[in-house]
């Protein structure tokens, strides 16, 4: 692990000396605020590992890394304004701090600046790189807009929430992988294989996220017990409850209660969800869906023709990272 | 000119070809709509024509040049949203038709649809071509950002305005023709002039379109006569004004009382501004300034070793446009 302390330390000092740009400077002081909030670096951290992975050169990766992370940011500036989000890590969101006209332009600005990052790289890669790199970004806007939709949804399918989840978060952590991979020089169907191996921990990531809302220990995790429940978040969990209570009218009429209720205490209503969880189950099957995926990405792993201490590193990272923060 | 019809015909059918996607459908139908609205296709026949200007195969220019047409209309759509315009062509624009959120995710999807057509091209040429585009669309964002920042300022300086327009709408004409030229197969320096040509040219048009809003011809024009007075939209006209009636007590301060009126009489605010800059002759300096750009468009394209005829047809082409839609 002290290789990922390592990629994490080039990562922030590539990030410490990029100038976005200055003039004018309500464009690209959200920029550099945003950049600057932190966060683990886990994007371009992966994008690192995988061209390591391959016995690369993590010196060849660091600018497609660096436009991921970027990628990933202006994700989060736009996402905030449509989700209306007051705080970001912790800090004021950028729509909050400026407007949301800012956060608009500036978000857009950095979508160029990310595809200017991985122009960076030597040009014989470079129209695969953008081709994954182009891929992954309207997948994942296809993954934010599935979201949205699902918000107004009564019914939501599981197959619809594996699907939304898979495209607004697990590619973006596949496509990192891959772009690492292609610049390590690894061939395409391993680095195929490492695509899978990102989408489906992405997708094992979302559904523990999902998990930890409920049945985490609150202090540890960082976040408010039940703050999914509390804002009737569809998640994995609420919709197999409700789809496994269609068969069960008094389990769906409290269900929809709480839902519909436009006043509740929330410690009550976490309690009485939580125990609807707990009647039907659905801990145990979002652990086995959770496990399916978790399997997957492990077996995809097992083809690629990489030191068995590789791999170990990659998934260890990942098992670190299981916790939070995806 | 036969041949401008001919690009913008094969500019239409390539559009009408092209599939942006189907799932979700909230993100593609508002890309779809904002696409099938039509306009001169102004930009996409400047990058067909700039190939065909070195005597290159223009064939090999289409995808850029959906490419900048996407980019514009990206621009037109998260435009619309910050502006708060409720038309587009005649039609609702997108936030109307549909809401926020979705004018700035399919905007967002637009921008990577344009990298896509981009990347279709020869990767010979692509990183230049990236680089300019790149480099054009940064500048259109901040040219967007100094847009805002100006309309809540009360001064603007006559070079800060003619700097936000450059940015603002002539650098995406001038990174138009530059891709083209590249395509092309032309010189750098002669695909540099081929930008400076388009930039002035691009300054002119928006000079021309300052002027038009209250001296042309209202049918003709096509628009509201005075919309940009009745709006406080800071021009060339109004910041010439503001800066001569400095010296002028009387006129100063009628020119801030239309500005800060609440409630008035469209067509006597327009005729009392008319008459000032009437009397401070500020059409004829205006028309100086146009001129002035528009020499050095016609001048950047001199020493470019290429037929007469040819650079007569580009001129023509924009001297075509000059009367609006820039």
Chains 1, 2 share one sequence.
């Not at 945003?34 to 390591?52: E, Q």
């Not at 996402?79 to 007051?86: E, K, L, Q, R, V």
């Not at 006043?263 to 707990?278: D, Q």
């Not at 998934?315 to 990272?321: E, N």
């Amino acid at each position: 692990m002290d290789s990922i302390k390592q990629f994490q330390e080039k990562i922030e000092s590539e990030l410490k000396s990029i100038q976005y740009g200055s003039n004018p400077k309500e464009l690209y002081e959200p920029i550099e605020y945003i950049m600057s909030l932190g966060g683990k670096r886990m994007r371009p951290v992966l994008v690192l590992m995988a061209c390591d992975f391959f016995g690369g050169d993590v010196n060849k990766a660091i600018h497609p890394s660096i436009a991921i992370e970027l990628f990933h940011n202006f994700t989060l500036v736009h996402d905030d304004i449509m989700d209306n989000a007051p705080l970001r890590r912790g800090n004021k969101t950028v729509h909050e701090k400026w407007n949301n006209n800012i956060a608009i332009l500036s978000g857009d600005a950095m979508i160029v600046k990310a595809y200017q990052e991985i122009c960076k790289t030597n040009s014989e890669i470079l129209p695969t790189l953008l081709n994954i790199f182009s891929d992954t970004a309207i997948k994942v806007c296809e993954g934010q807009q599935m979201d949205m939709n699902y918000e107004k949804l009564t019914k939501v399918s599981i197959l619809q929430y594996i699907k939304m989840i898979e495209l607004k978060t697990a590619v973006l952590l596949a496509g990192a992988l891959k772009i690492g991979a292609i610049i390590g020089k690894a061939k395409e169907e391993d680095a195929n294989a490492l695509y899978e191996f990102g989408k489906h921990i992405g997708i094992a990531f979302q559904l523990q996220d999902d998990i930890l809302d409920v049945y985490a220990n609150a202090e540890k995790f960082g976040k408010q017990k039940g703050g999914d429940i509390i804002a009737n978040k569809k998640t994995y969990l609420l919709l197999k409850a409700m789809e496994m209570a269609e068969n069960n009218r008094y389990m769906k009429e409290e269900l929809q209660q709480w839902i519909a209720a436009p006043h509740f205490n929330a410690a009550e209503k976490v309690e009485a969800i939580t125990s609807i969880y707990n009647f039907l189950n659905v801990k145990e099957l979002a652990r086995n869906e959770m496990k399916k995926h978790y399997d997957i990405a492990i077996k995809s792993l097992e083809n690629i023709p990489v030191a068995e201490i590789k791999k170990k590193e990659l998934v260890d990272f990942a098992d670190s990272l299981m916790v939070r923060e995806i």
